[in-house]
C-alpha cells in the first residue's frame, strides 16, 4: 500500500511559478511510476506529466511542455511538479499518482493504483 500527500498548491498570477510536491510512503518508492493529473471543475480528469521507474523517462502533456518539469527524488520518497509560465487555463486540482510495472499507457489514469488527495492551483489573469 502506498499513500501519497500532495502539497505546494496556491494562488498565483499568470506567468508566476510554482513547485507541488509528492510524499509517498512506503519502501518500494523507486521502482513506481509515477504520475501528476488535473481536474478543473466541471472537467475530466487529465494527463500532466508521468516519470518512469526506469531510466526516469518522462511524458508530458503538449500543453505543458516546456512550462512544466516532473522530477523525482528516490532517496525522500517525493516526486515533484515544476510549473513555470502558468497560464489560467492550467488551473485545477492536482493529483499525484503512483503504479508499478512497464510504462506503458502511462498517460492512461486508469492504469494508476494510488493517488493522493489533491492539491488546489488557481492561476489569476
Known amino acids: 500500500q502506498v499513500q501519497l500527500v500532495e502539497s505546494g498548491g496556491g494562488l498565483v498570477q499568470a506567468g508566476g511559478s510554482l513547485r507541488l510536491s509528492c510524499a509517498a510512503s512506503?519502501?518500494?518508492?523507486?521502482?513506481?511510476?509515477l504520475g501528476w493529473f488535473r481536474q478543473a471543475p466541471g472537467k475530466e480528469r487529465e494527463f500532466v506529466a508521468a516519470?518512469?521507474?526506469?531510466?526516469?523517462?518522462?511524458y508530458y502533456k503538449d500543453s505543458v511542455k516546456g512550462r512544466f518539469t516532473i522530477s523525482r527524488d528516490n532517496a525522500k520518497n517525493t516526486v515533484y511538479l515544476q510549473m513555470n509560465s502558468l497560464k489560467p487555463d492550467d488551473s485545477a486540482v492536482y493529483y499525484c499518482?503512483?503504479?508499478?510495472?512497464?510504462?506503458?499507457?502511462?498517460?492512461?489514469?486508469?492504469?494508476?493504483?494510488?493517488w493522493g488527495q489533491g492539491t488546489q492551483v488557481t492561476v489569476s489573469s
Open positions: 512506503g519502501p518500494t518508492f523507486s521502482s513506481y511510476n
Open positions: 499518482a503512483a503504479r508499478r510495472g512497464p510504462a506503458n499507457a502511462i498517460r492512461l489514469e486508469s492504469t494508476y493504483d494510488y
Open positions: 516519470i518512469s521507474w526506469i531510466a526516469d523517462n518522462t
